[in-house]
């Protein structure tokens, strides 16, 4: 099985753990290399948001290498047409699981991969329904403080956290990482990728 076509490595524009966990999971060998881009758009639907934030990303670290394959990716949650991203602090965090207790919301993610040499690039988006639990304002106040680098402020892959009831969709591109949009993606650069 091949990894990536020969003389292209993979670059993950991303410093997300989870992200790296799920490449790692499929089989890929890649490095890390965060964009650190802005993430402000005057874009409103958010299928377009995570797609132009993915390839504005992974287009950053292209321009910073001359060889390679570089995979970027942005996830939003929306919650009745309101997009919530990363929580800014812990009472941000608090206030946005306060929101998603109990109700239904949709989660978007972009990809894109940029060959770095041929600047060719393939964009891509992903989006799941999530069904959360109603849980007390105690569990509340105790997720808020875990995951502050997350969109919607939760983790769907924590077990401790229970606060996931039901998914819809493609369980990783809840995580940050749409798997079959990426390996038809990838594919088109001749790399493929395990079975999730």
Same mark, same amino acid.
Not at 60 to 75: H, K, N, W, Y
Not at 76 to 99: F, M, R
Not at 113 to 134: L, P
């Given at each position: 099985?091949?990894?990536?076509? $020969?003389?292209? $490595?993979?670059?993950?524009?991303?410093?997300? $753990?989870?992200?790296?966990?799920?490449?790692?999971?499929?089989?890929?060998?890649?490095?890390?290399?965060?964009?650190?881009?802005?993430?402000?758009?005057?874009?409103?639907?958010?299928?377009?948001?995570?797609?132009?934030?993915?390839?504005?990303?992974?287009?950053?670290?292209?321009?910073?290498?001359?060889?390679?394959?570089v995979?970027?990716?942005?996830?939003?949650?929306?919650?009745?047409?309101?997009?919530?991203?990363?929580?800014?602090?812990?009472?941000?965090?608090?206030?946005?699981?306060?929101?998603?207790?109990?109700?239904?919301?949709?989660?978007?993610?972009?990809?894109?991969?940029?060959d770095?040499?041929?600047?060719?690039?393939?964009?891509?988006?992903?989006?799941?329904?999530?069904k959360?639990?109603?849980?007390?304002?105690?569990?509340?106040?105790?997720?808020?403080?875990?995951?502050?680098?997350?969109?919607?402020?939760y983790?769907?892959?924590?077990k401790?956290?229970?606060?996931?009831?039901?998914?819809?969709?493609d369980?990783?591109?809840?995580?940050?990482?749409?798997?079959?949009?990426l390996?038809?993606?990838?594919?088109?650069?001749?790399?493929?990728?395990?079975?999730?």
């Amino acid at each position: 099985m091949r990894k990536a076509a $020969p003389g292209r $490595p993979i670059v993950l524009a991303s410093a997300s $753990p989870r992200r790296s966990g799920l490449l790692r999971q499929w089989g890929l060998k890649f490095r890390v290399m965060p964009s650190r881009v802005s993430e402000n758009t005057k874009l409103k639907k958010p299928s377009l948001i995570v797609k132009e934030l993915a390839l504005r990303k992974a287009l950053s670290v292209a321009g910073r290498i001359s060889v390679g394959l570089v995979i970027g990716a942005d996830t939003i949650v929306v919650l009745k047409g309101e997009i919530i991203g990363k929580p800014s602090g812990e009472k941000d965090a608090e206030n946005i699981l306060s929101q998603l207790n109990g109700t239904s919301h949709r989660v978007y993610s972009g990809i894109a991969i940029v060959d770095a040499a041929a600047g060719t690039a393939v964009t891509d988006y992903e989006v799941s329904r999530v069904k959360m639990r109603r849980i007390a304002a105690a569990d509340i106040k105790r997720l808020s403080k875990k995951h502050m680098d997350k969109a919607g402020a939760y983790a769907i892959q924590e077990k401790s956290d229970a606060f996931v009831e039901k998914i819809e969709g493609d369980y990783f591109n809840v995580v940050g990482l749409p798997y079959e949009k990426l390996k038809k993606a990838l594919a088109k650069f001749g790399v493929v990728i395990k079975k999730a």
